[in-house]
Nanobody, 126 residues
Framework: QVQLVESGGGLVQAGGSLRLSCAAS????????MGWFRQAPGKERAFVAA????????NYADSVKGRFTISRDNAKNTLYLQMNSLNTEDTAVYYC???????????????????WGQGTQVTGSS
């Protein structure tokens, strides 16, 4: 089992930046591939970014490619999401997630993850 806690959300003006963190406890983070998802009001939870267990491979949704960067520090048991050039369409609750090594579902799907944090609110203002 692993517990995930997000932090770093807030209100930011259009064009601004935020860095989200996801602290893990319970088990070493290094065995899990990780991801970030977001859920805007009235919409389904959607894939944002994913990273392999050692950080060697990353994937992004088209809507954030070139603006967001996912990274991890396994020594600190922490996952990050650097978000630049934020706009109002990025407003959502952001969730981090971890996938058990035995999970074969795609990295961009909700079923591809076994553990979820409680979420942190990001609001982009115009």
């Amino acid at each position: 089992q692993v517990q995930l806690v997000e932090s770093g959300g807030g209100l930011v003006q259009a064009g601004g930046s935020l860095r989200l963190s996801c602290a893990a406890s319970g088990r070493a983070l290094s065995i899990y591939a990780m991801g970030w998802f977001r859920q805007a009001p009235g919409k389904e939870r959607a894939f944002v970014a994913a990273i392999s267990w050692n950080g060697g491979r990353t994937n992004y949704a088209d809507s954030v490619k070139g603006r967001f960067t996912i990274s991890r520090d396994n020594a600190k048991n922490t996952l990050y999401l650097q978000m630049n050039s934020l706009n109002t369409e990025d407003t959502a609750v952001y969730y981090c997630a971890a996938t058990h090594p035995g999970n074969s579902s795609p990295y961009y799907s909700l079923t591809g993850y076994d553990y979820w944090g409680q979420g942190t609110q990001v609001t982009g203002s115009s």
